[in-house]
């Protein structure tokens, strides 16, 4: 199979065997837990995957992760290397510049990501489950090929927009519209905290027709009246660039529309990808977390023994690892139940809220744990812990998937 060639070489012919490469995280690979044997339950495939993932997070992701992140910015050079390690659209197939892999290879490429920071991880989601996804699945033959490629490899990197200034939780009320002016369509309106809008080449853009059907389309930059402005100041995900879509009578090509969806089912789909990727992703960032505290505890000495040694710290570090390997159970469950095609957005709302809120329990509780040292970049609990409260926030609030579960138990909608 030749993408997975390229996950262990690279395109660029870098080696990405595991163990040639410095190993910079603060505890060995080795200690990475699975506590259930899960590994039993993954094939040869999935695991080299992992196992290349892990070895380039080593590399290239943890070396610059800190600075990047105390500077505000993102990792010259992050989405073309996602691209070359085959993590942009890992289930796309392979006629469309992807690597053809199943759902649970891209749940663990998203763990291994997000263990080096959620801002990668997030980076390989937006491209992989929001625009190429929609793309893939409602797109134009023409759309298809002239997008596909290009995104799976990299050189251009996509941005998705339906959250509004007005309207977040509740996208059906969408303000950003168009009308069909004959050879065109023209659109007005704004969207705001798009994941790499500052950066992006396209965006999928979800904005309302004359009819009120909530409708797809492609926009490129430098199209007259999009601007995509960069939203400053945050203390999350701060090695992620968040910006806005602003369009001012954009006149967009007839062919950009994406002809095969209607309604909020097209953007709802898109998310039930990221979210089932999120779902694995954040088992990485509470994994790092972990496994740091592990070993510091081991190490630290206070009152003359390890702090490790003590019964509050343990009670701590058996929590999680409870915590780790119930979440691991049921994103492989839900793995292959997606690879059936039987996965409900219920389910997945399930696992992203649990998943998410068990990280960022592990992550408040593990810098607790490192004392002085866990408010510091040398460790990375500050930063998953600062960067989950975006990850508990988008994609669905943690409240809004807990209503998602309740309607899906009474059939009542408790929403409005
Ligand atoms: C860093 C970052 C990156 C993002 N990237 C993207 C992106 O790439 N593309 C994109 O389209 N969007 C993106 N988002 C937007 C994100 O999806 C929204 O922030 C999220 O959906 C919540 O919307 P909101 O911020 O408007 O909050 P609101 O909807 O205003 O919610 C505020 C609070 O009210 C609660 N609430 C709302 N309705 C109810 C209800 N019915 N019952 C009970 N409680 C309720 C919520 O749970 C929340 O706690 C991003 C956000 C962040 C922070």
Known sequence: MNYLLTIYFGNSGKALFLGKTKIMSYYPLTSIPDYYSIDALLTEEHKLIRDSVRSW?????????????QNHTDIPGL?????????????????????????????????ELERGDSAVRSAASV????????????????????????????????????????????????????????????????????????????AVVWAKGEDGKVRGMILERGMEGFTTPTTHNKWSLRASKTGELVFNNVKVPKENLLPNVEGLKGPLSCLNSARYGISWGVIGAAM???????????????????????????????????????????????GNLK????????????????????AIDIARES?????????????????HAANLESVITYEGTHDIHLLITGMDITGINAFG
């Not at 992701?61 to 992140?69: G, L, Q, S, Y």
């Not at 197939?93 to 690597?99: D, K, R």
């Not at 399930?350 to 998943?355: G, T, Y």
């Not at 810098?367 to 930063?383: A, D, V």
């Open 367 to 383: 810098r607790q744990m490192l004392g002085g040292m866990g408010i510091m970049g040398e460790f990375p609990m500050m930063r």
């Open 288 to 334: 790092d977390c972990y496994c740091t505290a592990v070993q510091y505890t081991k190490e630290r000495k206070q009152f003359g023994k390890p702090i490790a040694s003590f019964q509050l710290q343990q009670k701590k570090l058996a929590e999680f690892l409870t915590e780790i390997t119930k979440a691991q159970l049921l994103c492989l469950q839900l």
């Open 79 to 111: 989405m073309k290397e996602l691209g070359n390690i085959g993590a942009l659209g890992p289930y796309i197939p392979e006629e469309y510049g992807g690597p053809g892999l199943d759902q649970i290879s891209y749940g663990l490429i998203m763990q």
């Open 57 to 69: 997070v080593e590399s290239f992701v943890m070396p610059k992760i800190d600075e990047a992140a």
């Open 339 to 358: 690879n059936a095609h039987k996965a409900s957005p219920a389910q997945i709302s399930m696992a992203k809220r649990n998943n998410v809120k068990m």
């Open 127 to 202: 491209q992989s489950s929001l625009v190429m996804f929609p793309i893939f699945e409602y797109g134009s033959e023409e759309q298809k090929r002239k997008y596909l490629p290009k995104l799976a490899s990299g050189d251009i990197i996509g941005c998705f927009g339906l959250t509004e200034p007005n309207h977040g939780s509740d996208p059906s009320s969408m303000e950003s519209k168009f009308t069909d002016q004959g050879d065109h369509y023209l659109l007005n309106g704004a969207k705001m905290w798009i994941t790499n809008s500052p950066v992006a080449d396209i």
